[in-house]
């Protein structure tokens, strides 16, 4: 068993301490961090970041009194951080302020779109139809999201064409701000098969009627911007990229036009999909 504290410098010259990974005991932890403050201060360390699993949070009141604040809290931990130069502004980041939405705008080749109605999302008492979509998870691309969130909430398979376009919107939860953005997808399959915990009803409606039915000025705007793709070809497309430090590729999205003006188009073997479906 480890009796000392375990640490490491990050690149901003920041001290990154996990007592969840370590075995020493909390008190000793706690007193081999008070002795390490004054050390790293002085030796111009800036941030110190502490994280916890929730079976030590027992200290946290010590912590605080050590002139730690919270960071940010997950399931299973938290993280505490303490700025050390009193001269210098504190330049520890906030946590991650946004969420990450995606939709599937699934359109056919009788140029219907696949829209649904959520159990427990309703307006003035009524349901309202929209996109399927849903959160981003950690490490997941936007088109991967999409067919992912699409194919559970629907039980349609997808591929994806392009973005069509994303909102911004502040004050979403919790004070975060939140990115909606809105793929073009091509069916693979046509047979709905909602999700019985969280879809009401799946319909695949006829563009015109989708427009009509919705009362959101955004997804109307969202099949403008479709109707303007199949019109120009133009619309933002996915590139990888070389990231900074050449360790990986990450996705560039910017906007251009097809080499070859994709339509979606109806899958092998398929000439007509189940309509509607409701749970």
């Not at 990050?10 to 990974?21: A, K, P």
């Not at 605080?64 to 210098?88: E, R």
């Not at 504190?90 to 080749?109: E, T």
């Not at 590139?239 to 080499?259: C, Q, T």
């Amino acid at each position: 068993m480890s009796t000392s504290l375990e640490f490491y410098t990050d690149r901003f010259n920041g001290v990154q301490v996990n007592l969840g990974t370590q075995s020493l005991s909390l008190d000793s932890a706690v007193e081999q961090l008070k002795a390490s403050i004054d050390a790293w201060t002085k030796e111009g360390k800036r941030g110190l970041w502490v994280s916890l699993r929730t079976d030590q949070s027992t200290i946290i009141p010590q912590l605080i009194n050590m002139g730690f604040d919270y960071h940010h809290a997950q399931p299973g931990s938290v993280c505490l951080t303490k700025w050390l130069q009193p001269d210098i502004p504190n330049h520890i980041p906030g946590y991650a302020n946004h969420y990450l939405g995606v939709a599937g705008f699934v359109v056919n080749a009788n140029n219907q779109v696949l829209a649904i109605q959520e159990k427990y999302h309703v307006s003035n008492n009524v349901t309202l139809w929209k996109l399927p979509g849903g959160l981003a998870e950690a490490g997941e691309e936007l088109e991967e999201t999409a067919q992912r969130e699409v194919f559970e909430e629907t039980g349609v398979q997808c591929e994806f064409i392009c973005l069509l376009a994303f909102r911004h919107m502040h004050n979403y939860r919790h004070g975060c701000s939140d990115f909606y953005h809105v793929c073009l997808m091509r069916p693979l399959s046509l047979e709905i098969k909602p999700c019985p915990h969280e879809i009401a009803a799946c319909q695949w409606l006829d563009l015109d009627e989708y427009e009509k039915l919705t009362t959101s000025e955004i997804n109307k705007y969202f099949v403008q911007k479709y109707r303007e793709y199949l019109a120009t070809g133009i619309a933002i497309q996915a590139r990888p990229v070389l990231s900074y430090d050449r360790k990986s590729m990450n996705s560039i999205y910017s906007a251009g036009k097809f080499a070859q003006h994709m339509q979606p188009e109806e899958p092998p073997g398929m000439t007509q999909s189940p309509k509607i479906s409701q749970v």
